[in-house]
């Protein structure tokens, strides 16, 4: 049983692979939507009650090999709360912009975003004044640094396919607007 059962498990991995199944491609809707449902970012900077700012992020949508043919684009919708000593308590939405490599970790079947950069961080609506930015400024490059630490896709091992690319410990391009994890150069 052990032998047949061992027999059509590689009969179905040599039949995957030689039927083209030599990559599997992570669409940037694929990553959206593993980022929106895994990752919960929010930070804080500051002393409360002085001069203080909490950025959450409210929506997040992903760009592969757009503005880079090497990085992807990560943009957030946040929320912000500033208090500062002098103004009146402010909510601000900003639009962030964030791009990295993306980094493929063989063993966990993962993909991170390495080399973090802040592309933009904007208020739609108004001009942030000076001060306002420097505050939060950190807080939008510690929700930057949180994504880089947690994965921005995983393989799964329950599926065949994806089980197959994990364990032959492939390279991740970036091809066509997609991310696709390769077991041949």
Known sequence: MIRNTTKQFILAAAALVL???ASYSITEQDMTKYL???VSLEQSVGVENVMYAQVAVDDLEVKIGRADADRVSV???TNAQVQMLSMQN???DLDVEFSA???YDKESGEVYLKSLRLENFS???QQLPPEVKKLLKPAVSMIGYALSQQPVYKLDSSKVQEALIKSAEPNLVIKNNKLVIELLN
């Open 101 to 103: 490599i993306p980094e």
């Open 75 to 77: 943009f957030a919708s």
């Open 123 to 125: 208020d739609g609506k």
């Open 36 to 38: 929106q449902d895994s």
């Open 19 to 21: 039927g083209g199944c």
């Open 90 to 92: 402010m909510g601000l």
